[in-house]
């Protein structure tokens, strides 16, 4: 029974639709629960730190069940945004409750949306890609995928990756610079491949040029059935998510650098690389993204068997409270630059 603990994470959108039925206030359930209830609920629990022996990791990965609960999260958001649409076109709204409800679908579709697009992303099968694909398309995130995976995990803690917040670095200032970099790199990385494949740009392999037709249509398609109140309210609940995404980003990898070994190349990536978080419920909520550590150590493991690494630096606080310290810079400076090791600040 304990493996079923990451229902837990379909208590975000569970909130969110709760918020969307009842509206009024309850539009902000779901901001409310995620970034004040959980992270109050964090500092309750105790940490958890222990790992799965050799046997129970075997175990877990014969067990499909922690396939199935990444793969309902399909249904799951995508009714949500339907739901959701057809609500604020439909229903006279007040403005706090359209704000409320942008809000609460943009954190689904960061939380059980990307965050699980992040996971299928890794899989080999191409089943599971597909809808890790297809949980990046309403954060119009797409092209996460190819800079993630080809990019990301290459140029980790180094000053190339877009992706790892510099020292001193406020989570505003990356924003713009994560999430235009990223893009760039992403064709960068394409138009690569597809002159290593010798074929054109017009190519069905172009998967950057399709991620564009598929967003992109999928806006149209809100502004055809839902009017502008739906392109617009899809185009912002898509903004949400991935900013929420690029700050998540931001806590993981803070500061922190690879060092240069003698012949000028990065030493490769450790567990030394990523901030590490053992507090529980951030854990189950997040599948395992905390354990970020591990996965930059060994990218193609499932998050039910991530460990935690003695020697990767530790967040005094889980993800969703860190994403609040984030959001006022000098606090969270105040907070983490101690925390960085001298040697990487520098680099």
Request: hydrophobic share 45%.
């Amino acid at each position: 029974m304990k493996d079923l603990k990451y229902l837990a994470a379909y208590s975000i959108p569970l909130i969110a639709f709760i918020g969307l039925y009842f509206k009024g206030i309850y539009s902000f359930l779901t901001p409310i629960y995620a970034f004040f209830i959980i992270p109050l609920l964090e500092l309750i629990f105790p940490l958890d730190v222990s790992n799965n022996s050799e046997q129970e990791s075997k175990n877990k990965l014969k067990n499909k069940v922690f396939d199935w609960l990444l793969y309902l999260n399909l249904p799951v958001v995508f009714t949500l945004i339907v739901l959701a649409l057809m609500q604020i076109s439909t229903v006279a709204m007040e403005t706090h409750e359209f704000i409320g409800i942008i809000l609460s679908v943009g954190i689904v579709l960061g939380v059980n949306g990307i965050n699980v697009a992040h996971e299928l992303g890794h899989r080999q099968n191409t089943y599971e890609r597909f809808i890790g694909k297809a949980l990046l398309l309403p954060a119009l995130y797409m092209h996460f995928y190819i800079e993630h995976n080809f990019g990301h995990h290459l140029h980790a803690a180094t000053k190339e990756d877009p992706a790892t917040a510099r020292y001193n670095q406020s989570v505003y200032s990356f924003w713009i610079t994560s999430v235009f970099r990223q893009y760039r790199n992403a064709w960068s990385i394409q138009l690569n491949l597809l002159r290593l494949q010798g074929v054109s740009f017009l190519s069905f392999k172009n998967d950057m040029l399709w991620y564009a037709i598929f967003q992109i249509s999928y806006l149209l398609i809100g502004f055809a059935v839902f009017g502008k109140t739906g392109f617009g309210f899809a185009l912002l609940c898509g903004i949400v998510g991935f900013l929420l995404l690029e700050s998540v980003n931001y806590i993981e990898h803070y500061g922190l650098l690879r060092l240069k070994t003698d012949s000028g190349r990065y030493e490769r990536v450790r567990e030394v690389h990523s901030w590490n978080s053992n507090h529980v419920i951030g854990r189950i909520v997040l599948y395992e993204l905390t354990r970020h550590s591990d996965h930059h150590y060994r990218s193609s493991k499932k998050y039910q068997v991530l460990d935690c690494h003695e020697e990767s630096p530790q967040m005094p606080y889980g993800y969703p409270t860190s994403v609040v310290l984030a959001l006022i810079p000098p606090l969270w400076f105040k907070i983490m630059n101690k925390r960085i090791p001298r040697e990487m600040i520098s680099v």
